[in-house]
């Protein structure tokens, strides 16, 4: 060879993208959409900040759907009679 990657299969795209990761990266930027380069990031941020607020609230859904499983065992298994909702 001169120099140059000899590129016949499939196989050797990968090789050779494997050798040179500056080349997979520009792919990545013509083959992906600007909205999928964007995901790792957007995920990030999203674990970051807002997460933890989905999370206190599922906890608080919880601990309220406990109470109020608690209310209508106390009834016999019927929510209709103390009037709570699901």
Do not use: T
């Not at 999928?36 to 989905?54: A, C, D, V």
């Amino acid at each position: 060879m001169n120099g140059r990657a000899e590129i016949r299969s499939f196989s050797d795209l990968l090789r050779v993208l494997r050798s040179h990761p500056e080349w997979l990266e520009e792919l990545r930027a013509v083959v992906l959409s600007a909205d999928l380069l964007e995901l790792p990031r957007k995920f990030e941020e999203f674990i970051r900040y807002r997460y933890p607020e989905f999370e206190r609230r599922a906890g608080a859904q919880e601990v309220r759907l406990s109470r109020i499983e608690k209310e209508c065992d106390f009834h016999g298994g019927s929510c209709e009679s103390c009037g709570s909702s699901l």
